[in-house]
């Protein structure tokens, strides 16, 4: 998804977006909830059962059967332990802010060109601790279908116009890129969204003039950010 940033000296808005996420089962649930085989247990003096006495064979439970199958999906990634590299030329700063979080439980990283222009621009990494959406299945598979809808009901709220959406594969990861106008600002913003089990990373480049500058670092940094899952 994406969020937009508000600089707190005052002067000039910037955007953050949250990239927010994908298409598949609903919402992974927690790890004790998933349904787990059981024995058969054994008797003392029982024989085994002789064909025609209607004993049925022990069958696996189907979410575990096909959690098994389908490598080919991408599985949900451990976003916190995400990690990434500052592209040559950018710093960390502070004194920005969310415009429009996705979710109201967020940490925020932001790195502004090593030689500032006349405009606003700035890489804008929001990590979403606590999204309140059924992200992926019961195998840890990223539901598009469900991460569609969260990022369109988004952008509803914040009435921030998309266009270029695509799904596609950053870090090894499934996930969704965007480039988002916000009403009246001057600012484009192309947000990447990654999706994890009830948590969402996104990292926004944000720029007014100075685009290619702002595409390079952004390419850069995206590939340097390493996931776990």
């Known amino acids: 998804m994406t969020t937009a940033i508000a600089r707190t000296t005052g002067a000039v808005a910037v955007v953050l977006v949250l990239a927010g996420i994908v298409s598949g089962c609903i919402d992974a649930a927690p790890a004790d909830q998933n349904p787990a085989t059981t024995g058969a247990e ?3 003096e029982q024989s085994p059962p002789r064909a025609g006495d209607g004993a049925s064979k022990p069958t696996m439970p189907p979410q575990l059967a096909e959690c098994g199958e389908g490598d080919d999906k991408s599985r949900t990634p451990e976003l916190a332990a995400a990690t990434w590299s500052t592209p040559a030329g950018f710093a960390q700063a502070s004194g920005y802010s969310q415009i429009a979080p996705i979710a109201p439980t967020h940490t925020d990283w932001y790195l502004v060109p090593e030689e500032p ?7 804008a990494v929001v990590h979403y601790e606590d999204v309140p959406a059924r992200l992926s299945d019961e195998c840890g598979v990223v ?3 469900a991460v569609n809808h969260l990022l369109e009901q988004w952008r509803a709220d914040a009435g921030v116009t998309v266009s270029d959406v695509v799904w596609t594969r950053v ?3 499934d ?6 106008q916000y009403p009246g600002r001057d600012f484009t913003v192309r947000t990447t969204v990654f999706v994890g089990t009830g948590e969402l990373l996104t990292v926004s480049c944000q720029w007014t003039s100075r685009r290619e500058l702002m595409v390079t670092g952004c390419e850069e940094f995206l590939a340097s950010v390493r996931l776990e899952g």
């Open 42 to 44: 054994r008797g003392s």
């Open 117 to 123: 222009g006349d405009g606003v621009e700035v890489i």
């Open 143 to 145: 539901d598009r279908q």
């Open 171 to 173: 870090a090894g990861a």
């Open 175 to 180: 996930a969704v890129q965007q480039t988002e």
